[in-house]
């Protein structure tokens, strides 16, 4: 069985929807965007079935289209992008975003908790050599160059702002991203393409998983 294509329309559909975010003219054209649902959906459940192959989900979320108003200044109603999680059993995500000209996958840990951060700096603060070779092996380096930019301006409480390691220490997420024109997205490569960012980028999300499950001196937190 061939694998899952992106609707051809999804951009148009999500242009005409920023030209027309109002409940009146979706409602007229409900029909349109229910069916790009299901497609995005299938190629979602496709995408998490390879990944389950290489890695453990804990699960997979399709965010929805309509917003939540209810605490925002922008009462538009509708996203304007459609886009996928698939949570590790472990720490971090896959995320996937289709966009008007800004699509991209993005894999990583972005929601760091502040005991989690601090254990992350203090293993980078002993040694990053093991994180930074994930960033030189070739496969990894063709998809990713560098971290994303979610940094303190300065080195974090208790941090030399001289240490040799210091450009991890002051991150705030973890997290690698690509991005794709809309003319690869609609390509029939594209799953694959996708799938091979995830499966790369894999040691990344292993390491932050083994760094978050053991305590400074490497010991499993299980441990009685």
């Known amino acids: ?28 054209n409900k029909q349109k965007y229910v069916d790009l649902e299901e497609q995005f959906k299938t190629f979602g459940n496709h995408l998490q079935n390879e990944i389950l192959r290489a890695d453990v989900l804990d699960r997979m979320k399709v965010y929805r289209l309509y917003r939540d108003v209810r605490f925002s200044k922008d ?24 966009e008007p000209r800004h699509s991209y996958v993005m894999i990583g ?15 980078f603060e002993y040694d990053a050599t093991e994180f930074r070779e994930i960033f030189k092996e ?5 998809h990713f ?11 974090p409480r208790g941090f030399d702002k ?30 694959d393409k996708v799938l091979d960012s995830f499966q790369v980028a894999t040691p990344l999300l292993t390491y932050i998983d083994e760094v978050l499950t053991t305590d400074s001196n490497g010991m499993p937190l299980n441990m009685s």
């Open 75 to 98: 009462k538009t109603p509708y996203h304007l992008y459609r886009s996928i999680s698939f949570f590790r059993a472990g720490k971090g995500e896959y995320y996937l975003h289709l």
């Open 145 to 155: 160059k560098n971290l994303e930019p979610f940094e303190l301006k300065t080195a």
């Open 162 to 191: 001289h240490h040799e390691n210091i450009d991890l220490i002051r991150k705030k997420s973890l997290m690698v991203k690509k991005a794709f024109t809309e003319e690869e997205v609609l390509r029939k490569d594209f799953f």
């Open 1 to 28: 069985m061939s694998n899952p294509l992106i609707p051809k329309q999804i951009f148009s559909l999500l242009n005409l929807l920023r030209e027309n975010n109002n409940r009146e003219w979706f409602q007229e």
């Open 109 to 123: 840990y972005w929601d760091i908790q502040k005991d989690e951060l601090k254990r992350l700096r203090e293993e």
């Open 138 to 142: 070739p496969k990894f380096r063709k």
